[in-house]
């Protein structure tokens, strides 16, 4: 823990870290004024698309805390940035909320339901039979498939679990016989991007999150120090089935710096 403690910088998950749905996680709070009056280096790195950084400042002001829209890094803004790497100037037909289309706007990349180069799918509460039709016949005819993040299943209040990115791209793939590309954890662009805004080496960094197939193994593969918390999806039996661990297990992020 006193080597944690040490680091520079920190990579932090939200959904099953900091919050689930609208409801703040026991020792957020602490742990977050810890960060910031012990002048240390954060980002939080989302899979979720749903919103924008500054969406996502202002939920948390909301729950009470105060952190400034830079820091924050979403699978949206991974996957625009991604594509417009790729092939400047693009086009994407998008199954996703509006933070998902304005990350894609802010690269340049813009809309197209006829003949698009990629078909982008992110975590949305507006799915439907009508649009994974629309996909599937535009994928059979080109365009590249791709996926904001890797997760199938999200948490949110009352111990619910929703269907997540993955689970939506699915039938576009069985459909299609065609695999999509992923962003967000544990993509290594995903990675190198947090490290990026922390200003420091993998080596400075830890990475605290709630999943071992993304935040873990991420911070695993990237050479960060890992610390996963029990407070999203994961147990302590769950851990159990993976062939690798975390550098050390917490209820929650409180407990960092009780």
Known sequence: MKEIMEKHGFICDMDGVIY???????????????????????????????????????????????????HFYTSAMATAEFLSGQKPGCTAYVIGEAALTKALYDQG????????????????????????????????KGAKLIGTNPDT?????????????????APIEIATGKQAYYLGKPNPLMMRSGFHRLGCKSEDAVIIGDR??????????????????????????????FPYGPNIILNDVGEIVE
């Open 109 to 140: 990349i813009y809309m197209n339901d006829v003949n698009p180069d990629y078909v982008v799918v992110g975590e949305t509460s507006t799915y439907s039979f009508e649009k994974i039709t629309k996909a599937t016949n535009l994928v059979l």
């Open 212 to 241: 071992m197939d993304t935040d873990i193994i991420a911070g695993i593969e990237s050479g960060a120090t890992t610390v996963l918390v029990l407070s999203g999806v994961s147990t302590r039996e769950t851990v159990e089935q």
């Open 153 to 169: 299943t999200a948490p949110t209040e009352g111990d619910r679990i929703i269907p997540d990115c993955k689970a939506l791209v």
């Open 20 to 70: 689930h749905g609208n409801k703040i996680l026991d020792g957020v709070k602490e742990f977050v004024t810890w960060l910031i009056e012990n002048d240390k280096k954060f980002v939080f790195l989302t899979n979720s698309p749903e919103k924008t950084p500054h969406e996502l400042s202002m939920k948390l002001e909301r729950m009470g805390l105060k952190v400034s829209a830079d």
